[in-house]
C-alpha cells in the first residue's frame, strides 16, 4: 500500500469529525489534526480506533500520543501493518 492509498483512506475514516471541508480537501501528511482540520481530543480518540478497525491493528498509547498529524498517522499504519505480516 503506497503512501497516496494511505492517505486517502485516512481522509475516509477523518472525514465525519472534521467541520471544515476545505480542510479535508487540502490534507496534505503536514496537517495537524487538531489545529488544521479542528478535530477535538474525543474525536481525535474516535479517529485512532476507526484507523484500529480499518487496518486491523493496535496502537499503542506511545503510538497514539504521536499521531498528532497525518505524516505520523501514516508513519504508525505503516509500522504496525509492517509487524503483523
Known sequence: ???E???EQLKDIIKPYVQDQSALDSLTEKTDFITDL???SANLVDVILDIE???SIVID???MERMVNV???MNIIET?????S
Open 1 to 3: 500500500m503506497n503512501k
Open 5 to 7: 492509498q494511505i492517505i
Open 38 to 40: 479542528k478535530i477535538n
Open 53 to 55: 478497525e480499518k487496518y
Open 61 to 63: 498509547n506511545d503510538s
Open 71 to 73: 505524516e505520523a498517522a
Open 80 to 84: 504496525k501493518l509492517a509487524e503483523k
